[in-house]
């Protein structure tokens, strides 16, 4: 059974920093997974954040992190990680792990439908 588990959320004010954990097993790591993180506010969809690759480690971002938040893996605990700098009040939502086997997650690196996994999420929020 795949589990997924989130923590590191929490409260910051603007500029602040967190980083969020998250917590694999059930799946072979050391495989050619995408690993995802997605973020979503009040009464918006889930949108992609950032996705690394469990094998080649290569990482995907979304313009809107790009250079503040970074993603990165420690294959022997099985946990992937998202650094986030530079934290505005836009940030503020919930912060969702996902996993993905499937071919097309290399390429649609974050689009949310091609991931079949997803934790519990963690919120962050940000004040002005």
């Known amino acids: 059974q795949v589990q997924l588990v989130e923590s590191g959320g929490g409260s910051v004010q603007a500029g602040g920093s967190l980083r969020l954990s998250c917590v694999v097993s059930g799946i072979k790591y050391s495989g050619n997974y995408c690993m995802g993180w997605f973020r979503q506010a009040p009464e918006q969809e889930r949108k992609g954040v950032a996705r690394i690759r469990t094998g080649a480690g290569t990482a995907i971002y979304a313009d809107s992190v790009q250079g503040r938040f970074t993603v990165s893996q420690d294959n022997a605990k099985k946990t992937v990680y998202l650094q986030m700098n530079g934290l505005k009040p836009e940030d503020t939502a919930m912060y969702y792990c996902?996993?993905?086997?499937?071919?097309?997650?290399?390429?649609?690196?974050?689009?949310?439908?091609?991931?079949?996994?997803w934790g519990q999420g963690t919120q962050v929020t940000v004040s002005s």
């Open positions: 996902a996993a993905s086997q499937r071919p097309q997650c290399f390429a649609l690196a974050l689009d949310k439908g091609q991931y079949n996994y």
